[in-house]
C-alpha cells in the first residue's frame, strides 16, 4: 500500500469515532485500489462505512458519487448523515419526486431513479466514478428486484460499484457474477457481529436462554452446534404431558378448530404487558416487537394502553410531544381527527408505538426519529421494519415462529430469522444484543435453536426482461447488443450454473446406461435394438390405451351436457353406482355437476369422474318446476313418483361398447410385433434376464432425455424471453420491421415504469384517457397500478361515474387484446387491472376529506397514501409519455390535486 492510500484511509477513518473492522479496512483498500466490491455482513455490522469511503474517496478525486438505496426512507435518512459529514453544498438527493441540488459530486438516489438516468444517457452521469448500491440483496425483490441488475449491467465500464449487502450464503456467486459482469470486483464477507446477540425463549414470567453455552450468534465467530438448554427441554415435555394430544386423529376443521377453543391457554404462554415489564426490569429495552399482522400491532398497543403501561419520564413525553407536534405540523385538525392522532399521541408519550405499512407517513417518521432517539420504548412492527431504516433495538422480540406468505402460514425461514434479529444490538451504545422468542403451546425449543444457528438466506435472482427494458434497451444499443447485455443477467448466470448440474447428471446417467446395455448384451443378435422393439410397442399400447379412456370421457362429458330435468340413467361406478333422476343438470358453471336422486331417495351432486364410461339416459320424467330438495316433502313425491318410473322402463341397458383400436396405430403394433417375432435374440434362452437390464437402461435414457429436455428450456431462458417481447412489440408497431430501432410509439412506451406498461401504452394510443376529467382520469389510471390486499373490500369495488367507467371497459378491451397477442407469442398474460382504488382516489381528487374518503373505503391512512402516491407518480409518468396536449395538462391536474394534505406529509417516507 503506497502512502497515499494509507494517508486517504487514515484521514477517512479518523473521521469515526471507533476503530474500523478488519473486513471494512481490507473493503476500503479495494476500493481505493480501483476494484469494485461486494461487502456481505450482517444488519448492524458497519458495512456503509465502505459506501462512505467511496464518497469521500470521490469528493477527493473530484469525480462524482451515486449513492443508491432500495426505498425514499432510507435516501433520507442517507443524504442527512452525508450532508452531516461533507455539507449540504456537496450532497444532493434525487427520489423521483423530490429533487435537492441533484447536480452535486454526491448524489443520494432511489436505485430506480438511476435507472431511468441510464435509459435517458443523462448527462448527470457524466464524470461518474462511483457507486454505491446500498441493500443490494433488494434485487430477490420479486416485484423490483430486476432494477438492480438492469443498473448494474447498464453502468459504464469505468464506474466502480460498490455493493452492499446482509448476509447472504450464496455471497461467492454473487461474487463471481458481478466480477464476471463489471470486472475486477473483489468480495469480502463477514459473519462477524459487532454486539454479539444473546438468544432467549420467554415462559411464564420468567426468560430462559435457548441455549446450554454460550449462543453460536454470541460469539465473535459463528460457531458451530450449541446444545439446548435442558430446562426448555423440559418445560416442552412437561407441557405435552399437559395438553391433550388430538394431532394424530383425522377431523375436519371444524373439529379441529372446536378443540383448539376448549384446550386451556398454556401458563407459559407470555401476555404482552408481562413481558415488557419483564425486558424493562431486565435493562433490555428498547425493544422491537415483531407481529406479522397489522391489525395485531394495534392491537398490542391497545393492550398495553389498556394494562396502563407507561415507559417514559416526564422530560422524554415532552420530548415525544415535540417530535409529533413537528412532524404533523402540516395536517388539518380535520384530518388529524380522522387518523385518531389522538389515541396515537397517547401510546406515543408513553413509549409505546406501531410500526407498519398501514400507519401515516408521518407518524412513522415520528416513530422512527423517537425509536433512535431512545424515546419510545417498544415499537411492535411488521417484517417490512427489518428490511426497511435503520432502527436497531436493544432487544428483538419474536411472538411467533409462523407467518403468513401469500399463501398459506407457514414456518418461518433461518435466512427470515436472522435478519429479523439481526436489529438487536445497537453498535456504539449496546455491549450486547438479544434475541427473544415467546413461548407459544407446542413449542419445540429444538426447532427454535434450529433457527438462531443457521444462516441460511440464498439470494436468488428475479430478473426477467419487460415491454419497457426491451425498448429502452433497444433504443440506447440495439438489439443485438441488448439481448448480449441480457444474458449477463444473474438471473442467466443462476440458470447456467444449475444447467451445468444437470449436465453432470446426464454424465452420470450415460455412464450407467452404457454398463447396463452391457450386462444386456446377447450373443444370438443385438439385445438393444430387440429391447427398443419392446419398449414401442408397449409405448402404443399405453398410448392407444390413453386415446380410448380419453374418448370415453369426452363420450361422458357430450351426454352429460345434453341431460334435463328428469332424465333417468344410470350411475355406472363409485360409491352411487345405480340408477339416478336428474335434478338439475348443473351446467352453471363450466363442466356439468348434475343434481341427482338415487334410489336410495338420496341428493347427490355428481360430476364427470362418477361417469368412466357415457352413461345412456334410459327414459324420462317429471320433475316439479319449483321442486325443493331441502324440503323432505318434495323429496318423498319426487322419490315415489322415480320408483314408480323405473317399474315402467325398460332397465336392461346396452353393455358399452369400446371404440376399437385407431386402424393406423393397430397396423404400426402389428408390423413391430412381426418384427419382433423374427429377431434373432427372440428366441434366446436368457432373454427376459437381457430384458432387465436392458429395460433399466431404456428408463435411464428416457430420464435423460427428461434432462436434456430441462437443460434446452434452462440455457438462454432470458434471452428468448427478450425475444418473444420483441416480436410482440414489432406487431404492435413498438418496434420497427426486424426489432432494430424503436418507433414514436416505443419512445412513449420508453417512459413509462409499471408492470402494465404495455397496456398503459396502447390505452395512450386508443385515446383511452382522453376526455376525462382530472378525478376521473386518477380513478382510471389507479386500475393499472392498485394491488388489493386481502381483505381490503368492504363491498364489490366500482367505477365512479359512466365517464370513468366507460373508459375502464375501453382498458380491459386493450388489456385482453394485449393479452391474446401474448398468448400467441407464448409469454404469460399481465395482471388484471384493479378498480379496488377507483373510487377512493376519485374522491380524493376531486375534493372530499381524508375522513370521508377513509370511512367509505375501509383503507387505512397508510395503504391510501401509499396507493395516492402511486397514483400521482403513475400519471406523471403518462403525462411525459403522451407529449404536450390536453392528456399532459390533464395529468400534471391529477398531480396538483392528489398531492395535498396527508399525501404530501412527510413525502420521503415510503
Known amino acids: 500500500m503506497n ?43 458497519g458495512k456503509t462505512v465502505v459506501g ?13 458519487c451515486f449513492y443508491t438505496t432500495p426505498i425514499k ?47 435517458a444517457n443523462s448527462s448527470t452521469l457524466r464524470g461518474l466514478g462511483f457507486v454505491v448500491m446500498d441493500e443490494v440483496h433488494y434485487l430477490a425483490d420479486r416485484f423490483r428486484g430486476a432494477v438492480w441488475e438492469e443498473v448494474i449491467i447498464g453502468l459504464a465500464e ?15 456467486e454473487f461474487g463471481a457474477w458481478l466480477d464476471e459482469v463489471r470486472g475486477d470486483v473483489k468480495i469480502v464477507v463477514s459473519e462477524r457481529r459487532p454486539v454479539p446477540l444473546f438468544q432467549h425463549v420467554m415462559a411464564g414470567r420468567r426468560l430462559y436462554d435457548l441455549f446450554a453455552d454460550e449462543a453460536p450468534t454470541a460469539t465473535p465467530l459463528p460457531a458451530g ?99 409529533a407536534a413537528d412532524h404533523i405540523a402540516g395536517l388539518a385538525p380535520s384530518d388529524l381527527d380522522a387518523l385518531d392522532y389522538g389515541s396515537f399521541l397517547a401510546a406515543f408519550r408513553n413509549g409505546i408505538a406501531a410500526h407498519h405499512a398501514g400507519l401515516l407517513p408521518a407518524f412513522k417518521e415520528c416513530v422512527e426519529e423517537a425509536f433512535v432517539r431512545g424515546l419510545v420504548k417498544v415499537v411492535f412492527a411488521t417484517e417490512t421494519l427489518a428490511l426497511g431504516i435503520n432502527m436497531p433495538a436493544r432487544s428483538v422480540v419474536l411472538e411467533r415462529l409462523v407467518k403468513y406468505n401469500g399463501e398459506s402460514h407457514a414456518p418461518i425461514t433461518p435466512g427470515e430469522y436472522t435478519q429479523l434479529t439481526g436489529r438487536a444490538g445497537r453498535r456504539g451504545i449496546d455491549v450486547e444484543g438479544h434475541a427473544v422468542v415467546l413461548w407459544q403451546t407446542g413449542m419445540d425449543p429444538r426447532s427454535v435453536a434450529g433457527l438462531a444457528s443457521r444462516r441460511t438466506y440464498p439470494l436468488r435472482s428475479s430478473f426477467a426482461p419487460t415491454y419497457n427494458m426491451a425498448v429502452n434497451l433497444v433504443g440506447s444499443v440495439g438489439r443485438e447488443r441488448a439481448r448480449v447485455l441480457l444474458e449477463q443477467s444473474f438471473a442467466q448466470y443462476q440458470s447456467d450454473r444449475g444447467v451445468v448440474g444437470l449436465a453432470r447428471s446426464i454424465a452420470r446417467g450415460n455412464e450407467q446406461i452404457a454398463g447396463y446395455l452391457a450386462q444386456a448384451a446377447c450373443d444370438k443378435g443385438d439385445f438393444t435394438e430387440y429391447a427398443r422393439l419392446r419398449a414401442e410397442i408397449s409405448a402404443l399400447e399405453a398410448e392407444a390405451a390413453r386415446s380410448r379412456r380419453a374418448d370415453r370421457r369426452a363420450e361422458s362429458l357430450t351426454v352429460l351436457l345434453e341431460l334435463r330435468p328428469g332424465d333417468i340413467l ?42 368412466p364410461t357415457p352413461p345412456v339416459v334410459a327414459g324420462r320424467m317429471r320433475v316439479p318446476k319449483h321442486f325443493d330438495p331441502r324440503q323432505p316433502a318434495s323429496r318423498r313425491n319426487l322419490s315415489a313418483a322415480f320408483r314408480s318410473k323405473l317399474a315402467e322402463i325398460d332397465l336392461a341397458q346396452p353393455r358399452y361398447q369400446p371404440t376399437a383400436l385407431d386402424a393406423e396405430a393397430a397396423e404400426r403394433i402389428a408390423e413391430l410385433r412381426a418384427r419382433l417375432k423374427a429377431h434373432p435374440c427372440h428366441g434366446c434362452p436368457d432373454r427376459e434376464n437381457h430384458a432387465r437390464w436392458a429395460e433399466q437402461a431404456l428408463r435411464l435414457e428416457r430420464e435423460n432425455a427428461g434432462l436434456q429436455r430441462q437443460t434446452d428450456r434452462r440455457t438462454n431462458t432470458i434471452a428468448v424471453r427478450f425475444d418473444r417481447i420483441c416480436t410482440v412489440l414489432e406487431s404492435l408497431g413498438y418496434l420497427t420491421e426486424g426489432g432494430a430501432a424503436v418507433t414514436d410509439a416505443g419512445r412513449t412506451l420508453a417512459r413509462i415504469y409499471a408492470e402494465l406498461d404495455l397496456v398503459s401504452a396502447e390505452c395512450i394510443r386508443a385515446g383511452v384517457f382522453d376526455a376525462l376529467s382530472a378525478p376521473q382520469l386518477a380513478a382510471v389510471l389507479s386500475s393499472l397500478v392498485f394491488e388489493a390486499r386481502g381483505g381490503d373490500r368492504r363491498r364489490p369495488p366500482r367505477m365512479p361515474d359512466r365517464a370513468s367507467e366507460s373508459a375502464q371497459q375501453e382498458l380491459r378491451r386493450v388489456w385482453r387484446d394485449v393479452g391474446l397477442t401474448e ?80 399525501v404530501d406529509a412527510a413525502p420521503l417516507e415510503d
Not at 432510507?74 to 423530490?98: F, I, M, P
Not at 469505468?158 to 461467492?172: I, K, M, P
Not at 428498547?286 to 397489522?294: D, L
Not at 373510487?839 to 376529506?849: K, L
Open 3 to 45: 502512502s497515499e492510500t494509507g494517508n486517504l484511509l487514515a484521514a477517512f477513518a479518523s473521521g469515526y469515532g471507533f476503530p474500523l473492522d478488519g473486513y471494512q479496512l481490507d473493503a476500503c483498500r479495494h476500493v481505493e485500489a480501483g476494484s469494485g466490491v461486494l461487502v456481505a455482513a450482517p444488519t448492524g455490522a
Open 52 to 64: 462512505e469511503f467511496a464518497v469521500f474517496l470521490a469528493l477527493q478525486r473530484g469525480t462524482k
Open 73 to 119: 426512507a432510507l435516501s433520507n435518512q442517507k443524504y442527512h448523515d452525508l450532508v452531516e459529514r461533507h455539507g449540504a453544498d456537496n450532497v444532493g438527493l434525487l427520489t423521483g419526486d423530490v429533487t435537492v441540488n441533484g447536480e452535486a459530486p454526491v448524489v443520494v438516489m432511489t436505485t430506480e431513479v438511476l435507472r431511468n438516468m441510464i435509459y
Open 158 to 172: 469505468t464506474v466502480q460499484v460498490v455493493s452492499l449487502s446482509a448476509t447472504v450464503s450464496n455471497a461467492e
Open 225 to 323: 452446534h450449541a446444545d439446548v438448554n435442558p430446562e426448555l427441554l423440559r418445560l416442552a415435555k412437561e407441557e405435552s404431558r399437559n395438553v391433550r394430544d388430538d394431532s394424530r386423529k383425522m377431523r375436519n376443521r371444524r373439529t379441529r378448530t372446536a378443540i383448539e377453543k376448549r384446550r386451556p391457554r398454556s401458563s407459559l404462554v407470555p401476555r404482552r404487558d408481562a413481558t415488557v415489564e419483564r425486558l424493562d426490569a431486565e435493562a433490555l429495552l428498547p425493544a422491537i416487537f415483531f407481529i406479522f399482522s397489522r391489525a395485531g400491532c394495534d392491537a398490542a398497543v391497545g393492550q398495553l394502553m389498556h394494562s396502563g403501561l407507561r415507559l417514559t419520564n416526564a422530560a422524554e413525553r415532552r420530548e415525544l410531544e415535540a417530535i
Open 570 to 611: 344410470r350411475v355406472p361406478s363409485g360409491r352411487h353406482t345405480g340408477w339416478a333422476v336428474v335434478v338439475d343438470p348443473g351446467l352453471a358453471k363450466g363442466d356439468p355437476s348434475p343434481m341427482v336422486m338415487t334410489e336410495q331417495r338420496q341428493l347427490k351432486r355428481l360430476s364427470l369422474v362418477d361417469f
Open 823 to 902: 398468448r400467441d407469442h407464448r409469454l404469460e398474460r399481465g395482471p388484471e387491472p384493479d378498480i379496488g382504488f377507483a373510487e377512493p382516489i376519485h374522491a380524493w381528487a376531486s375534493g372530499r376529506p381524508l375522513g370521508d374518503v377513509l370511512d367509505e373505503s375501509g383503507l387505512t391512512a397508510g395503504d391510501f397514501v401509499r396507493w395516492a402516491r402511486q397514483v400521482v407518480d403513475f400519471a406523471g409518468q403518462i403525462g411525459r409519455a403522451a407529449g404536450p396536449g390536453p392528456l399532459r395538462t390533464t395529468c400534471r391536474e391529477v398531480v396538483d390535486r392528489v398531492r395535498r394534505g396527508v
